[in-house]
T-cell receptor, first 114, second 111 residues
Framework: DAGVIQSPRHEVTEMGQEVTLRCKPI?????LFWYRQTMMRGLELLIY????????DSGMPEDRFSAKMPNASFSTLKIQPSEPRDSAVYFC????????????FGEGSWLTVV | EDQVTQSPEALRLQEGESSSLNCSYTVSGLRGLFWYRQDPGKGPEFLFTLYSAGEEKEKERLKATLTKKESFLHITAPKPEDSATYLC????????????FGAGTRLFVKA
């Protein structure tokens, strides 16, 4: 079975540009998570969805960040405008929305904002 | 506030030298504790889930144990290919399906 699929794998963009990261969760999973990983802060949960509905976005750093899940097989994380401090690895993960269930990660999108 | 603390930050072992990694957690109610392995340039790879104190799980040279306040990942006779970052995460009763991670332990195993 295909795992969580993320695109792009690598992106270099200039400060001020819009960045869109994409995620396809594992088929049948109904929870989707966006994490950000940096050396300084480790893995931080940005937002998660259950059945395509955002449940907790308290980790979204500021209004420049937005996430959508228009259907069960696709989600986007958008940064507009991007800043150098947004440089990080962004991971998408999915699971079945069952208490204590394991979440499975994609390979990440490596973002560099110059 | 739910918290996960891992120690040590980094661990250097000789091949065959067994050791343990620690994960201390503070949550209002534990739904699950997870261990992941992360290799450079890759996403975290699931290893184990533990649900209640006293539970143990094993996979090859790895064994995970759980108490009411901490979990240990025991590595028996490690090999260089066990070198990676090991992440601990918890899902709490009050967090919906929110899963929070510790900072990880970077393990280096020298041949």
């Amino acid at each position: 079975d295909a795992g969580v699929i993320q695109s792009p794998r690598h992106e270099v963009t200039e400060m001020g540009q819009e960045v869109t990261l994409r995620c396809k969760p594992i088929s049948g999973h109904n929870s989707l998570f966006w994490y950000r990983q940096t050396m300084m802060r480790g893995l931080e949960l940005l937002i998660y969805f259950n059945n395509n509905v955002p449940i907790d976005d308290s980790g979204m750093p500021e209004d420049r960040f937005s996430a959508k899940m228009p259907n069960a097989s696709f989600s986007t994380l958008k940064i507009q405008p991007s800043e150098p401090r947004d440089s990080a690895v962004y991971f998408c993960a999915s699971s079945l929305a069952v208490s204590g269930n394991t979440i499975y990660f994609g390979e990440g999108s490596w973002l560099t904002v110059v | 506030e739910d918290q996960v603390t891992q120690s040590p930050e980094a661990l250097r072992l000789q091949e065959g030298e067994s050791s343990s990694l620690n994960c201390s957690y503070t949550v209002s109610g534990l739904r699950g504790l997870f261990w992941y392995r992360q290799d450079p340039g890759k996403g975290p790879e699931f290893l184990f889930t533990l649900y209640s104190a006293g539970e143990e799980k094993e996979k090859e040279r790895l064994k995970a144990t759980l108490t009411k306040k901490e979990s240990f990942l025991h590595i028996t006779a490690p090999k260089p290919e066990d070198s990676a970052t090991y992440l601990c995460a918890v899902q709490a009763d009050t967090g919906g399906f929110k899963t929070i991670f510790g900072a990880g332990t970077r393990l280096f195993v020298k041949a």
